[in-house]
């Protein structure tokens, strides 16, 4: 199994970004994706959810309104499009994979990680 996270970098406070994460060696469409981060000094934290068919979606209270999760089963990639971008989500993002739907934000649910992508918002 492999989830390599790209898209990240530096960008102004106020910007965008789309990461992607792309899935392989695994039946991606069985799978329900997420998005994690961590900031340096904290632990990591959920961002987004989206289960295996794209219908069901969860963000972090903290992200609601701003970013966006999607998939595109054909292509085997998750996406997370972030908006107006702040210093405080700067962080390294992880893409997971996991089998299990519930207790979607806690990480240890999760079977399959990648490697993780640094955003950077200079304010």
């Known amino acids: 199994v492999q989830l390599q996270a790209s898209g990240g970098g530096l960008v102004q406070s106020g910007g965008s970004l789309r990461l992607s994460c792309a899935a392989s060696?695994?039946?991606?469409?069985?799978?329900?994706m997420a998005w994690f981060r961590q900031a340096p000094g904290k632990e990591r934290e959920f961002v987004a959810r989206?289960?295996?068919?794209?219908?069901?979606?969860y963000y972090a209270d903290s992200v609601k309104g701003r970013f966006t999760i999607s998939r595109d089963n054909a292509k085997n990639t998750v996406y997370l499009q972030m908006n107006s971008l702040n210093p405080e989500d700067t962080a390294v993002y992880y893409c997971?994979?996991?089998?299990?739907?519930?207790?979607?934000?806690?990480?240890?649910?999760?079977?399959?990680w990648g490697q993780g992508t640094l955003v950077t918002v200079s304010s």
């Open positions: 997971a994979a996991t089998s299990s739907y519930g207790f979607y934000s806690i990480p240890g649910q999760y079977n399959y």
């Open positions: 060696e695994f039946t991606f469409s069985s799978y329900h």
């Open positions: 989206i289960n295996k068919s794209g219908s069901t979606i």
